[in-house]
């Protein structure tokens, strides 16, 4: 059963950066698309950047677009979001996802311009981001 599983959250200052990680055991990395997904209190979860297995494709929300960076390493089992930049509307938890990659889905990405939370199948338990001074 493949566990997915997040970490490199804490707290920040405003400005400041971090970086997360996700693995996940029995899971064969290369046939998915890893998204990065977040919740703030009282808010929906919000998909923020996901990446094809071939590193081809990503895609960021606006919220996130020039600040944050996706990346994977297919070869270790490992996702990554680089943030920079940080923002006090940046603290959620943040849960790395899969779904199966196919065209359909980026083309869905790619003209709604939105990842929705029903495409991913793997969810990974969240890693609190704090962005506060």
């Known amino acids: 059963q493949s566990q997915f599983v997040e970490s490199g959250g804490g707290l920040v200052q405003p400005g400041g950066s971090l970086r997360l990680s996700c693995t996940a055991s029995g899971f064969t990395w290369d046939q998915y698309t890893i998204g990065w997904f977040r919740q703030a209190p009282g808010k929906e979860r919000e998909g923020i950047t996901c990446?094809?297995?071939?590193?081809?494709?990503?895609f960021y929300a606006d919220s996130v677009k020039g600040r944050f960076t996706i990346s994977r390493d297919n070869a270790k089992n490992m996702a990554y979001l680089e943030m920079n930049s940080l923002k006090p509307e940046d603290t959620a938890v943040y849960y790395c996802?899969?779904?199966?990659?196919?065209?359909?889905?980026?083309?869905?990405?790619?003209?709604?311009?939105?990842?929705?939370?029903?495409?991913?199948?793997?969810w990974g338990q969240g890693t609190q981001v704090t962005v506060s001074s």
């Open positions: 996802a899969a779904v199966t990659n196919s065209l359909r889905l980026w083309w869905s990405i790619m003209t709604d311009h939105t990842m929705r939370t029903s495409q991913y199948n793997y």
């Open positions: 990446i094809s297995p071939s590193n081809m494709s990503t």
